[in-house]
């Protein structure tokens, strides 16, 4: 079946073909190769988790309680990893994604699940998407570069910025109102920017801070591997050092600094669910990890070594010095000479901190902008890489002095973190089930399935390149086709070629760029054409001996991997046969010729070597008989599931919902707590 592009079409979910990419849409270096291994995308999950929030976490344990910090601790790790392992297996199940083997980002998974009347949702995510990314990285780097002019004045006794505005009420008298000025110790004020507010300034720290950061932004996820390992290590060693100096200054768990519930939780909520929303970033580690990396314990001990550190950072500094109130800002208590029991080391570590948890994580928000960008065909590189990668250091210029954006990010926070990295990670799961749990059929409005004769319904039941349709496609039939990295396409049936049990689609998008792809049903037969013997070009058809439903993954894999052995050792033994005849030949009717007989050894020598490959294939087939098999890498990431298998349906759906609950009520107690604050 032929498709051209043609107007924009209003079919519904269950009116979608399925068709596979074979051009390329973006450049092949735009995106990373599968190269992250295990150790690795562990460091860069916690790198991801941890981020600026560690340093809140002294706070909330003084004013919260330690119990109550626990606690929301516990049940945001439990919810992250559940949302991020859901997250995955709902990408997993986009057809022709069953082992990871295609790009799906987070954008790409909502573009595939919100279609037709749901399409509005597809936007709003996108937009909620872009704007939490981009304030994030704005956020990141104005902090990073307030914080490398205070170490600069720290070290040298002053920092200095091109100054090309400053308003009258400038909170920081600075000598002239344009120009190269410099600020010192004495000269800090009160705001976070040394150089106070409502003055504009490109300052020495913030192009510091550009150099390091902006380049590597350009690269792609697997090319900054390198530099997420460095500072997973100078993460690691800050978070050893600060406790250890907590326990030599002396730790204090009594109410006075430390309560058990606190009686202001007003930061517990916001502060703690700012620091789990990372499961937006998943997907992008998810398509360039190598293949077969362990997928559960990547994300179960990464959230796990993350939430430690939150926990352990924030108890101990607590016990060992007064975090409450407006003394909650660790970094500037570390950094004030006048703060007791802190040593030179601790200091420089508290200058270095926002260089790790701050610089190094800009590039990593950059990249993920620019692959969504790229893989929802939004623009072209030139304009994803200028909005994740530009466009942030622009702002942040803007906004550099004053505290205009704190409130922005705090609302933007709220009323985004919880949306996109709980409950949609958790309804896309949940769709995911309910499209499997009916082999892909489509669904009426009352959630039955359409297998009526008339409809001409392509169940789903193996094949990884088509979903379903409703009907069978006609010439001038308008149709939405799904390719991975290109997404819906809207275009017109041109012409049919049906083929037995199968249909050969090619699309022609906007762009006029031609791809093809395969839709069938699924057949319990396989065949195959001999390439040697006889019988060599002849289909044969084998049946499989268990004609039964696998009763898990592992037994679908075991039920596969046999057959592929068995095809394996039909043409070895093919071979064989031939192999036979031919030194037959040689046996009979050139019994003197010594070039024959020289020939004969060799193919003798040859028959020798396929019958020990026979002897490995039953070998192996033994193993995988009796549950002995090894996976390869591809079968470990096809079988990765979210929750075990012998969870039913339903239990894995109400599970998800949980998630949707719990995090929603937590986020509504957070805005209740804000929104408490402005009144």
């Known amino acids: 079946m032929s498709v051209s592009t043609g107007k924009a079409s209003n079919l519904t979910k269950d009116d979608r073909t399925i068709v596979t990419q074979s051009e390329a849409v973006v450049p092949a270096n735009a995106f990373g190769d599968k190269t992250i291994g295990m150790a690795s995308g562990f460091m860069l999950l916690v790198n991801n988790l941890t981020g600026p929030g560690l340093v809140e976490m002294p706070g909330v344990n003084s004013s919260g309680g330690w119990f109550m910090t626990a606690l929301i601790l516990f049940i945001c790790w439990i919810a992250c990893a559940f949302s991020s392992t859901m997250l995955l297996e709902a990408m997993k199940r986009v057809p022709g994604n069953s082992k990871f083997e295609q790009r799906i980002e987070f954008t790409t998974l909502a573009k ?12 709003a995510t996108l937009g909620m998407f872009l704007l939490t990314f981009l304030i994030n990285l704005v956020t990141s780097v104005i902090e990073s570069a307030q914080t490398m002019d205070a170490a600069l004045i720290e070290i040298f006794g002053k920092s200095c910025a091109l100054q090309f505005h400053n308003n009258e009420t400038a909170s920081v008298e600075i000598s002239g109102s344009l120009g190269f000025e410099c600020v010192g110790k004495g000269n800090d004020g009160s705001q976070d920017s040394p150089f106070g507010a409502n003055a504009y300034v490109l300052s020495v720290g913030y192009i510091v801070v550009l150099l390091i950061a902006l380049p590597l932004g350009y690269w792609n996820l697997d090319d900054n591997i390198w530099v997420q390992n460095l500072a997973f290590v100078g993460l690691s060693f800050i978070v050893v050092e600060w406790c250890i100096q907590a326990i030599i200054t002396g730790i204090d768990f009594s109410e006075n600094h430390v309560p058990f519930v606190g009686s202001d939780q007003s930061s517990l909520y916001a502060v703690v669910l700012f620091n789990y929303a990372f499961v937006v970033t998943i997907p992008s580690w998810a398509n360039e990890k190598k293949v077969g990396v362990n997928i559960n314990k990547s994300v179960w001990w990464s959230t796990l070594c993350g939430t430690a550190m939150f926990f352990f950072t924030g108890i101990f500094i607590a016990g060992a010095w007064d975090c409450s109130g407006s003394n909650s800002d660790l970094l500037a208590k570390f950094t004030n000479s006048s703060t007791h029991g802190v040593s030179p080391l601790t200091k420089a570590l508290a200058y270095l901190f926002p260089v790790i948890a701050l610089v190094t994580g800009i590039p990593i928000f950059s990249i993920i902008v620019r692959y969504n960008l790229l893989e929802n065909n939004i623009c072209g590189t030139f304009w994803a890489n200028f909005w994740g990668a530009i466009f942030p250091w622009i702002a942040a210029i803007f906004l550099y002095t004053g505290n205009a954006l704190n409130d922005t990010v705090v609302w933007a926070g709220l009323l985004t973190i919880v949306p996109l990295n709980f409950v949609l990670p958790a309804w896309f799961y949940i769709q995911a089930l309910k499209e499997d749990e009916n082999d892909g059929c489509s669904l009426d409005s009352d959630g039955n399935r359409i297998e009526t004769e008339e409809s001409g319904l392509l169940c789903n039941g193996e094949s990884t390149s088509v979903v379903n349709t409703s009907r069978k496609w006609k010439v001038d039939d308008e149709v939405d086709a799904w390719i991975p990295g290109h997404q819906w396409l809207q275009a017109v049936v041109t012409t049919v070629e049906p083929v037995e049990n199968e249909s050969t689609y090619t699309v022609t998008d906007i762009d006029g760029v031609v791809r093809e792809g ?51 050792l039909d043409r070895y033994e093919q071979e064989i046969e031939r192999l036979r005849e031919e030194i037959n030949t040689f046996i009979v009717y050139f019994p003197g010729d010594d070039e024959q007989q020289k020939m004969k050894r060799i193919l003798q020598q040859e028959l020798k070597r396929l019958q020990k490959k026979v002897d490995l294939t039953i070998k192996d087939m033994d193993e995988a008989k009796a549950g002995n098999m090894t996976l390869t890498p591809a079968q470990r990431d096809e079988l990765f599931s979210a929750l075990p298998f012998k969870y039913s349906t339903k239990t894995k759906v109400g599970i998800a919902w949980s998630i949707i609950v719990i995090t929603t009520i937590i986020n509504f107690i957070a805005l209740g707590y804000e929104i408490s604050d402005l009144a």
């Open 518 to 568: 395969i839709a069938q049903t699924n057949i319990r037969e396989r065949s195959y054409k001999p390439t040697f013997g006889p019988h060599a070009g002849d289909t044969r058809e084998v049946v499989a001996e268990d004609e039964s439903e696998p009763s898990s993954p592992t037994q679908k894999i075991v039920r596969s991997h046999l057959n592929d052995l068995q095809n394996q």
């Open 112 to 123: 595939y699940h919100f279609v037709g009347a749901l399409k509005p949702l597809y936007y």
